[in-house]
């Protein structure tokens, strides 16, 4: 019976996730107990702020929308609400984006739904 030593194994494991921690400050990015921490904080963080930056940039496209309708007298709620009813079938990002970079097509949805 021989024993089994794992020293291979374990120091390829903790040399690829130093590599995947590369440029974190202090001990964090050098010292494997502090790297596994900073690496699953890091990884939690980064799974929270893709959900928040949906939510983000929704609001931004809102705010777009609302700055543009209210130069052609209509508030957003009842822009969104006159494409509804006009069954208009633009998203938020696209009435957003036309209201940037073609301001005269976004007026013509605009007197289209009035």
């Known amino acids: 019976m021989t024993r089994v030593k794992r020293g291979l194994q374990t120091h390829k ?8 921690v590369k440029g974190f400050r202090m001990m964090n990015g050098n010292v494997f107990s502090r790297a596994k921490n900073a690496l699953a904080k890091a990884w939690t963080n980064a799974y929270i702020w ?7 940039f929704r609001s931004l496209w809102t705010i777009r929308i ?21 069954q208009v079938k633009l998203d938020r990002k696209v009435l957003s984006n036309l209201a940037i970079a073609n301001p005269e097509i976004f007026k013509n949805i605009v007197d289209f739904v009035k």
Do not use: Q
């Open 66 to 86: 609302n700055n543009a309708a209210r130069e052609l007298w209509m508030t957003y709620s009842t822009f969104i609400h006159a494409l509804n009813v006009k």
């Open 50 to 56: 893709r959900k928040l930056k949906k939510r983000d």
């Open 13 to 20: 494991r903790h040399k690829n996730l130093i590599a995947k």
